[in-house]
């Protein structure tokens, strides 16, 4: 993994909690990690699974952390299905702020419209950003007018996939998809529009519950917009 540098905050409470849990010493969760900055994630994670860290479940972690982001791939982050809830978007804001990524792929996780500011904080922190997955995480409309306040702004994302189909083993996880639906679609069409500089060029909503009247919606933006090439 292309582990960013950075120093963990001593009196954050993902380090509380492993104080709490007794897990000090050369052998306690955060030596497994190469990096304290994944330690601090680690245990944020923890706090969204309402779990106590535990060696077993840190090697756990850091083996698909290391499955999904191998070397030749410096500047794409992969932290699909890791159980990533509201807490520890909100940690990957601050440790990995100003990184080189240029892809983020938080799919199939536990975000949930909570998330959404949260998420909207962490695209900011990483200003090359141009790629955004975060299908299957039971995103609703309420979340979807939070992601489009981003995008009225936003000129460096070009791709967001809010949908997408499952891949293998997901189902088998508890896959939730993303239920856009017409209520959220339509803000998100509208913060596009409003855009002077949109980057946006593809936005993948399949399976996100849209409708007849979404098509519509889509079909009246896209009578307008230039930018928008893939669907």
Not at 105 to 112: H, I, T
Not at 138 to 156: D, M
Request: glycine content about 10%; overall charge neutral; hydrophobic content about 40%.
């Amino acid at each position: 993994v292309a582990i960013p540098k950075g120093g963990r905050q001593p009196d954050s409470p993902q380090a509380q909690q492993r104080q709490r849990a007794g897990l000090g010493g050369q052998n306690d969760v955060a030596s497994i990690f190469k990096d304290p900055v994944w330690a601090e994630v680690y245990a944020a994670c923890c706090c969204d699974a309402r779990e106590a860290p535990s060696i077993e479940a840190a090697r756990g972690f850091r083996d698909a952390l290391l499955a999904q982001n191998p070397d030749t791939r410096p500047q794409r982050l992969s932290l699909r299905g890791l159980r990533i809830g509201p807490t520890t978007v909100s940690c990957l804001g601050l440790q990995l702020k100003d990184r080189g990524y240029t892809r983020l792929d938080l799919s199939e996780n536990m975000l949930g419209d909570h998330a959404a500011l949260a998420v909207r904080s962490l695209v900011r922190a990483l200003p090359r950003l141009r790629q955004l997955y975060v299908a299957g995480n039971l995103i609703t409309a309420e979340g979807a007018q939070e992601l489009a306040e981003e995008l009225e702004a936003n000129s460096t994302l070009e791709v967001l996939g809010l949908g997408g189909a499952a891949e293998p083993g997901a189902l088998s996880r508890g896959f939730r998809p993303n239920v856009i639906g017409s209520d959220g679609l339509r803000p998100l069409l509208g913060a596009l529009g409003r855009n002077p500089k949109p980057a946006l060029t593809s936005l993948n909503l399949c399976q996100t519950s849209l409708g007849a009247e979404a098509g519509r919606h889509l079909a009246a933006f896209l009578e307008n917009d230039r930018t928008l090439l893939n669907l």
